[in-house]
């Protein structure tokens, strides 16, 4: 292999929207966890395919250790998410980089469980964009940009499938639930949420920054 590709190699795994760097991956994950509603394959795969749509994401993979141009596209299904565990793709952040992105699901187990779905950005590749996140002194990860920017994506999935409730920030999944929050949105909140009023989805914008 001449220097030059290897070059141009290295050059390309250290961009935000690179598959097979493993640092894009590392740190946890900046995420919109939305509370999908009672356990069905059916509601899930709505809301899975209404935010893949307007997030615009570009693909849908299956593994994360092959690039998008090496591999075959999977189905954007909870079938694939079952069997993958992620799905991963590539979006393009309001500041117009492209990094890479993914979902998760989590299904919870027993009578009268609640399915999950997380969309999210890791902070591996957040730390390439030079998007802040993290000041000193703060005690949660923030970013207005990403967490607007998730809000709307949140709002548009919510046009053509419903959902009990969404949070934005870092690790948000499981923070707090809509059967908790009784439909009335917290006056302090150190995160971002998307919560259905008389049918109409607020978001309350994260405003404690303690």
């Known amino acids: 292999m001449s220097v030059q590709l290897l070059i141009s190699h290295d050059r390309a795994m250290s961009t935000p929207y690179a598959f097979r760097a493993a640092d894009n991956w590392a740190g946890g994950f900046y995420e919109l966890a939305i509370e999908v509603g009672p356990r069905s394959d059916a509601r899930l795969q709505r809301v899975l395919t209404a935010v893949w749509s307007a997030a615009d994401v570009q693909g849908c993979f299956g593994d994360r250790s092959r690039e998008p141009q090496d591999q075959e596209p999977v189905e954007c299904t909870?079938?694939?998410?079952?069997?993958?565990?992620?799905?991963?793709?590539?979006?393009?952040?309001?500041?117009g980089q492209l990094v890479v992105c993914g979902c998760v699901a989590i299904l919870e187990d027993g009578a009268d469980t609640i399915d999950w779905l997380d969309f999210y950005i890791p902070l591996g590749a957040l730390d390439r964009t030079g998007i802040v996140y993290h000041e000193s002194g703060q005690q949660f990860f923030r970013s207005q940009v990403l967490d607007d920017w998730l809000a709307a994506v949140g709002t548009e999935a919510f046009r053509t499938a419903d959902f009990h409730a969404g949070y934005i920030g870092w690790e948000t999944s499981g923070c707090t639930d809509a059967a908790t929050l009784n439909g009335r949105m917290p006056e302090s909140r150190g995160i971002g949420y998307l919560l259905p009023q008389d049918g109409v989805l607020r978001y309350g914008a994260a405003n404690d920054w303690s």
């Open 78 to 95: 909870v079938e694939s998410l079952t069997r993958f565990g992620h799905l991963q793709g590539q979006v393009r952040l309001p500041t």
